[in-house]
């Protein structure tokens, strides 16, 4: 039997791994919402953020109750700690799915997604649900392998990005200046969302491991994946 | 005399309002080598980034050391889980302005701002400099009333990027597509840095008042301060 102490840290556990499939399910349907643009299905997704948000909440004071209560050190004090930075990543997916479906309602009944560039934001759709679901398996099984191979579907979504980017600045944009606007958002919106999932990742290495990767310090490509003029 | 404990938490505050200066001379110095062009100051702030990095883990460090030895409660305890999250937001802020600094460098020789937003930049710059030092000014005394003021540094700034964005999206923008995306970034950029400050803002009134504003929640208004089209 685990102690009262444990049994907490298990909750909140859980209550992470259910915020990773609330990211990923609302990311999903933002990205159908986008490329079909739904706007039923995009209300949807906006309306749900607040779920994931009083989620974040109720963690973050479970967290602190915790703290307060059992005083923990060492190891326990540790999961405590990055149990709140997780929650903060992964509320700020949310916020991130929200931001791809309100570029979705904001455009409606016209999608934002011209053609020729519908199969990258499908694919980035795609790498987004895949990264979320792996980083809450992670949190569930604390396995620092797995947590290791968030990064190659970071790299595909830098990739992803980058040939997005390609497309807006090559000189052969035919969808006008506020189609432009959407996507460099939109094409953010995704890197980011990708970026919090694998942050999400290392702090479980972190916990493990107690080495703090140097590179989750700050694992944002952005600007950078723009090809130069 | 205060206590052991005080004087870290001391030392403490006085890091976040040192992480505040530097998120400010970061982003000042950003917009100037934006919008002159300058690649030297460029890759300054570029550089500089890594400093309030590094301040931002020892904060955390200090902060997790002063759980595990002092093991504070209530009123205590909130604050060490809120400068936790403040540096969150500062070093966030950091890397903001070394996102504006990358423009600028991708850019080089060229300004990335075109001659008729010059105007809007700047100011959108001098929100920013003038909401993170307000933010400073509040850790350092903890006074709600002059916290509450930042939210109308940050509604001027909301103002700015709608303008920004009215000039992308109006059909009048003459400058091409990858001028569009670099201001659509750039405008993303110094609106989340005003939005931190401003979170910054409502963690110092939630740990005076103990009253978590809602608002505070996700202080962030993107897309929908973007005209519809």
């Known amino acids: 039997m685990r102690d009262a102490?444990?049994?907490?840290?298990?909750?909140?556990s859980d209550q992470l791994v259910e915020m990773t499939h609330l990211a990923g399910s609302a990311m999903a349907r933002a990205t159908t919402a986008l490329l079909d643009a739904d706007i039923n299905l995009a209300e949807s997704v906006i309306e749900a953020d607040k779920h994931l948000d009083d989620l974040r909440e109720e963690l973050d004071a479970m967290s602190v109750d915790l703290?307060?209560?059992?005083?923990?050190?060492?190891?326990?004090?540790?999961?405590?700690?990055?149990?709140?930075?997780?929650?903060?990543?992964?509320?700020?997916?949310?916020?991130?799915?929200?931001?791809?479906?309100?570029?979705?309602?904001?455009?409606?009944?016209?999608?934002?997604?011209p053609a020729d560039i519908r199969a990258?934001?499908?694919?980035?759709?795609?790498?987004?649900e895949r990264i979320v679901a792996k980083a809450g398996q992670v949190i569930a099984s604390k396995d620092v392998e797995a947590a290791k191979t968030l990064e190659r579907d970071d790299d595909a979504m830098d990739d992803l990005h980058r040939q997005l980017f390609g497309k807006l600045v090559d000189g052969t944009w035919q969808h006008g200046t506020e189609a432009a606007v959407d996507i460099t958002l939109v094409g953010r919106y995704y890197e980011r969302f990708a970026d919090h999932a694998v942050?999400?990742?290392?702090?479980?290495?972190?916990?493990?491991?107690?080495?703090?990767?140097?590179e989750a310090r700050d694992h944002e490509e952005d600007e950078d994946s723009r090809p130069p003029a």
């Open 5 to 12: 102490f444990h049994e907490d840290l298990d909750k909140i």
């Open 67 to 113: 703290l307060a209560r059992q005083q923990p050190v060492a190891t326990d004090l540790r999961m405590v700690v990055t149990a709140m930075r997780m929650s903060a990543d992964l509320e700020r997916m949310g916020d991130l799915a929200r931001h791809v479906a309100k570029v979705a309602r904001l455009r409606f009944p016209e999608s934002a997604v």
């Open 199 to 214: 942050s999400v990742a290392h702090r479980v290495v972190y916990l493990v491991t107690g080495e703090w990767d140097l």
């Open 120 to 128: 990258t934001i499908l694919q980035m759709g795609q790498v987004a």
